[in-house]
């Protein structure tokens, strides 16, 4: 029986609270567009994953919508860049270079379409040796879900964002494979998905959604069931808890380089944290806009925190820090009604104007200013080559965890990322 939806708000239970730690493994199940996000297998976040299902951390399941997926769409889009890459470029070259060179592209072409025409067999065995080293749990489609599938696309409904759409069908199919396992097993299950409709869905049917694969696998029940496992306490400075044993060994070293420049590491977070936020869409609920609200620039950083405590080291050559930062006097733009506005009375309205209006007067776009409270996971990288010592090679910003707005000048959460 699929459960009820319920408000976002009112399923939260304590496997994601703080400190917490649940029942292992922790059942995940992953989507289409959240393993394509991971586009190399060299990936630190397939890697990691591998690891918390090797230490009992994690039980991967795949619906069989996913590989199915997962091999079609990796076949077709190897297919698709043989064409164009061939296609393309002979229509130049032919018109202004010699015979030669004509030749060369063809028998390059003639190389590029000998693997194009084993790649149905090679992605279908990519896939599942990928699966099978995650140790994934197939999920088929039953009966009882095939029928809610076709419900959700006839009714435009679950995932489904308009009727009879056949763009979101597969994800009707996920959607109902994942109630159903989830209502099998009788707990709560961590779903990871790039799709924003299912994610926002499976987060209404209390599944605890990620992202991407490394959002979860740095999340706070993941974490904490890790920590337990190793540690059996919470960690406490020095204690290293969510290092590898293998990797401990010269972590306090690469944390006192990452203290001495903090600097350095504080500017490659900063650049990829404005690259992501500009042109970024927030719900913030003490605006009385109409829909969400768009970042159009501005701001600047007063604040980074990075939590030595929980850091993490899973790779020799990367350090994982959590990471707070408050953003001061970032400019916003939202649609709202003149009589909504009018009737504002929240804190800060001085810091917003009206930029526009409709003739009618009826609906006003507003500019105005908030704070932003972020939270993160930056990564620092290490070169340990010809050197005699490790250096930092460069630091990035690995997940975004989560983006909240604040009334400008205040501590209080009141938004968040869509």
Partial sequence: MTPPIEDEAKTKDVESTVGAVPQLPIPVIIDSSAFRYEVSARSTALKRLEELVQKGVAQVLVPIVVQRELSTGI????????????????????????????????????????????????????????????????????????????????????????????????????????????????????????????????????????????????????????????????????????????????????????????????????????????????????????????????GSVVKIDFNFNHLMRFVKEEILLPTKILVRGVLVRFMSTMAGYSSWRGGGKDLFRVISSAPDGGAVWIEGSVDLQVSLLSRVNFSFADASEPVISSSVVDVFEDIVAVEAGSDGAAGGLR
């Fill in 75 to 298: 076949s077709f889009d190897v297919k698709k860049f043989e064409q164009k890459a061939w296609r393309e470029p002979l229509k130049a070259i032919s018109w202004c270079h010699p015979q030669a060179d004509i030749e060369d592209m063809e028998n390059a072409h003639a190389m590029a379409a000998s693997v194009a025409s084993r790649v149905d067999k090679a992605a279908e065995e990519g896939v599942a040796a990928r699966l099978a080293a995650l140790n994934a749990r197939i999920l088929p489609v039953t009966a009882m879900a095939a029928e809610k599938a076709f419900d959700f696309y006839f009714t435009g409904s679950g995932p489904v964002q308009h009727l009879k759409n056949r763009d979101d069908l597969p994800d009707a199919f996920i959607a109902a494979i994942a109630l159903e396992e989830q209502a099998r097993l009788g707990r709560k299950c961590h779903a990871i998905v790039g799709d924003k409709a299912l994610r926002v869905f499976l987060a209404k049917c209390r599944f605890e959604v990620h992202e991407n694969i490394g959002a979860f696998n740095t999340s706070t029940v993941v974490l904490s069931a890790y920590g337990e496992l190793k540690r059996g306490d919470a960690p406490q400075e020095g204690e290293f808890a969510y290092v590898d044993d293998q990797y401990r060994e010269g972590t306090e070293k690469l944390v006192s380089i990452i203290r001495a420049r903090r600097q350095e590491v504080e500017g490659g977070v900063k650049a990829m944290l404005f690259n992501f936020v500009d042109g970024m869409s927030l719900s913030v609920g003490f605006l009385p806009s109409e829909g969400d609200v768009d970042v159009v620039g501005g």
